[in-house]
C-alpha cells in the first residue's frame, strides 16, 4: 500500500485588503478556504479549475514560499507550518518546484551554470570542484548538453528554459515536486516534449507530482488522481479514469464538457453553465457554486456541503447526494 507523502487539511490562505488612509484591512481575499487532499508517494495529483480558483495559490502554500493563514501541512509525517526556519531548509532539500513561465523564473544575469548550480552552493550538499559535473549530469537528464552551461537564459528557446528550470528544481535530488502549468507558456508540440520528460523523470527517480493546470487534456494525461477546486474550495476529487468517465459534480461536468473532442463527427453534450464567476472576497454563502449551477436548490445557497465518498476513493461536495 503506498504511504502518504503530503497531507493537507484544512488549508486557508487569506489577503488582506487595505483601504483608506491608514491603509487598515477592510476585506480579505478568500484564495483558499479550507482546502484538504492527499498525495500518495510515487504519483501525480492534478489539480485542475478555473482562473483564479486557489491553484497555483495552494502550490505555492504547500512549499510555503507563502505563509498559510491557517491549516496543516504535512510533508513525511512533519506539520511544515509548524517547523522553525533552521528544521524547513532541511526539509526544502526534499521538495522543489517548476514555475509557469521559464524566463521570469530564471535570473537573465546568471548563466546556467550558475542558476543549476545555486541550490547545491546555498544547502551546502556539494563541493565547488564538483559543481561542473554536477550540473553537466542535470542538463543531461534534461535533454541539455555541457556545452549549455555557459550561456544565458535569452538564448534558448522557451522549451529549453524550461528544461533549465527542470534541471534546477532537480539539483538536490528532491522526492516531491510542484508542477505549477509547466507547459502553459509553451508551444504545443513543445509542450508534449515538456511532459514527456517530465512522465520519464518520474519513473527514474520515483518522484511525487503535485501537477497544477487550468489544461484539462493535459491533467488527464499526467495525473493518477484530480482534485477540482472552484473558487477556492475543493469541488470533488477522486481517480484521474474515475473523475473523467464519471464526475458526479455539476461543475466538474461543465469544466470537462467544454473539452474540444477532435473530431467533427463527434459532440460532448454541453453542461449548462451560466453568469460569472463570484468574488473571493464576498463569495456566496453555502455552496460557493450554486449562483451558476441548473440543479442548485434551496440547502445549496443555505449550507456548505460536506464532502462525501461516491465510491472507492471518489468524493464529492454537493448537496445533489
Known sequence: MLQRILEVRGLL?????????????????????????????????????????????????????IEPTGGEIAFKGQDLTKLPKKDLMKIRREMSIVFQNPFASLNPRMTVKDTVAEPL?????????????????????????????????????????????????????????????????????????????????????????LFISHDLDVVEYMSDRIGVMYLGKMAEMGPSGEIYENSKHPYTRALFSSIPIPDPLQRRKDVPLSGEIPSSVNPPPGCRFHPRCVQAMK???EKEPEMREM???????????
Not at 17 to 24: D, E, K, N, T
Not at 128 to 133: F, W
Open 121 to 209: 552552493l546555498i544547502h551546502n550538499v556539494c563541493r565547488r570542484e564538483q559543481i561542473e559535473s554536477r550540473v553537466s549530469d542535470l542538463l543531461r537528464k534534461v535533454g541539455l548538453s555541457q556545452e549549455h552551461m555557459r550561456r544565458f537564459p535569452h538564448e534558448f528557446s522557451g522549451g529549453q528554459r524550461q528544461r533549465i528550470t527542470i534541471a534546477r528544481a532537480l539539483s538536490l535530488n528532491p522526492r516531491f515536486m510542484v508542477l505549477d502549468e509547466p507547459t502553459s507558456a509553451l508551444d504545443v508540440s513543445v509542450q508534449a516534449h515538456i511532459l514527456n520528460l517530465l512522465r520519464d523523470l518520474k519513473e527514474d527517480l520515483g518522484l511525487t507530482y
Open 13 to 65: 490562505k487569506y489577503f488582506p485588503i487595505a483601504s483608506g488612509i491608514f491603509s487598515r484591512v477592510s476585506e480579505w481575499v478568500r484564495a483558499v478556504d479550507n482546502v484538504s487532499f492527499g498525495v500518495q508517494s510515487g504519483e501525480t495529483f492534478g489539480l485542475v479549475g478555473e482562473s483564479g480558483c486557489g491553484k497555483t495559490t495552494t502550490g505555492r502554500c504547500v512549499l510555503r514560499l
Open 311 to 321: 465510491g472507492k476513493d471518489h468524493f464529492v461536495a454537493c448537496h445533489l447526494y
Open 299 to 301: 440547502a445549496c445557497s
